[in-house]
Nanobody
Framework: QVQLVESGGGLVQAGGSLRLSCAAS????????MGWFRQAPGKEREFVAGISRSGGSTTYADSVKGRFTISRDNAKNTVYLQMNSLKPEDTAVYYCAADSGSYSTVSKNSYVYDYWGQGTQVTVSS
């Protein structure tokens, strides 16, 4: 089992940047595929970005490609989401999630992920 705690959310103007962090505790962090999801009011939770166990492979939603960067530091048991050129439509609660499956491909489906953090609010003003 792993516990996930997100931080780094806040209020930022359009065009600004934020860096989210997700600290993991419990089992060995490097065995998990990691993902970031977000959920805006009245909308379903959606995939944002994912990263392989080693960090060598990343996947992004089309809506954030070129603006967001996911990375991980297995020595620090932490995954990051660098968000640049933020837009009002990026406003949401952001969640990190861990997938303990044995396959190597990052999934965009939330039901695949076994563990979730509590979320951190990101608000982008226009």
């Amino acid at each position: 089992q792993v516990q996930l705690v997100e931080s780094g959310g806040g209020l930022v103007q359009a065009g600004g940047s934020l860096r989210l962090s997700c600290a993991a505790s419990g089992r060995t962090f490097s065995i998990y595929l990691m993902g970031w999801f977000r959920q805006a009011p009245g909308k379903e939770r959606e995939f944002v970005a994912g990263i392989s166990r080693s960090g060598g492979s990343t996947t992004y939603a089309d809506s954030v490609k070129g603006r967001f960067t996911i990375s991980r530091d297995n020595a620090k048991n932490t995954v990051y989401l660098q968000m640049n050129s933020l837009k009002p439509e990026d406003t949401a609660v952001y969640y990190c999630a861990a997938d303990s499956g044995s396959y190597s491909t990052v999934s965009k489906n939330s039901y695949v992920y076994d563990y979730w953090g509590q979320g951190t609010q990101v608000t982008v003003s226009s």
